[in-house]
């Protein structure tokens, strides 16, 4: 079974540390201001040349309201105006973007995240999506994976029937917690009959999969508290589950100084929430498929991991690692072949550039030789929980142990820690590793030693 865990205190105490959370590697803070629109261009001629599916997400920063854990680029604004010259330079992008790709390079998934893509009208929203049709290969069929995020204090049946109508057939629904006290503490303020409604409305409107959120480790929680949110939540069966571990980092976000640091779990109830979550989420069916998220064992992901083909972008887990991304909007990131670039994270300077018949295209990089290895070494262990040797080799022309000789010290020290299963022919993630995963990329970053581990949340 590839969900198969085993709880290990004192080795998730040891190897618990911070890290990168390897939706790309190179990571995000690798990226610098040498890579520009040039670069962008390029890239875009080389998958229109290539003919290869595209992978679209769509930025939308605004909320109506603040929650202080959050991390995210946004807006906050009741002011529902402000999305107006917003949408004006997002629909001048879409032009932008898709003029530089073939009209037959199909869209085999899109994703509208935020922020709160719900904060726009029907009427925006309708002309958004029109617009994208316009300009890009979107399926009629419903065979695409079409997403979109879902703030339940801002969706309603009506909300939901336009976004089926639309052509959306997946959902990702923000719940957090759902005690009360937790709610007040995080300005999040939301009742199990909004979700449940949105939930319903979605199963009536038959929407493919809906994916729950959750974190712990917000102020407030105990592992008591928890264990009752994550049982609301199951009797709500979604098909997929994030548990995300929140990473209190007021020095680099603002909203979070807002939340008592003395409220917060300690570190041993932090563990305990998330065992007893994984205890709950597998007795209730769900498979553990890596890096926080849980699937019901027909799920496409749970499935492609089955048939080893899962793989994880800027999106996470995905069955459509095999197109380009394009990333629209304010601080959207793309991955198009070996170019990684990020749009400016700064709304006026990201509509101004656009203003003036520019692409916002502001940091980014191009991946090398070096790059491209370790990003399969890592993509293999964080996706399938294991690491063929060979297939490596044949891929890069190069001996594997030969090329990273000097990592062979760490890797036997977590093979004898129990860690992995270290063999001639390749690496197995054991199921006392598996929590500790991102611990086993990160002896293949090259980069990790020269950057600040502090940019980056705990493994658990």
Known sequence: MLDAIRWDTDLIRRYDLAGPRYTSYPTAVQFHSQVGTFDLLHALRDSRKALRPLSLYVHVP????????????????KDRGRALPYLQRLEQEIQLIACHLDPSQKVEQLHFGGGTPTFLSHDELRQLMGHLRQHF??????????????????????????????????????????DPAVQRAVNRLQSLE????????????????INIDLIYGLPKQTPDNFARTVEEVINLQPDRLSVFNYAHLPERFMPQRRINSQELPAPADKLQMLQRTIEQLTAAGYRYIGMDHFALPDDELAIAQEESTLQRNFQGYTTHGHCDLIGLGVSAISQIGDLYCQNSSDLTHYQNLLGGAQLATSRGLVCNQDDRIRRAVIQQLICNFSLDFEAIEQQFNIDFQGYFGEL??????????????????????LPAGRLLVRSVCMVFDSYLEQQNRQRFSRVI
């Open 137 to 178: 290969n979107l399926l009629d069929d419903d065979s695409g994976d079409y997403g979109i995020e879902i703030d339940p204090r801002e969706a309603d049946w009506s909300t939901m029937g336009l976004l089926r109508e639309l052509g959306f057939n997946r959902v990702s629904i923000g719940l957090q917690d759902l």
């Open 194 to 209: 909004e979700t449940r409604a949105v939930i319903e409305a979605a199963r009536t409107l038959q929407f493919r999969s």
């Open 62 to 77: 605004f909320c109506a309201n603040i929650c202080y854990y959050c991390a995210c680029n946004k807006v906050i604004t």
């Open 408 to 429: 062979w010290p760490q890797l036997q020290t977590m093979a004898e820690d129990g860690l992995i299963q270290l063999g001639s022919e390749g690496i197995e993630v």
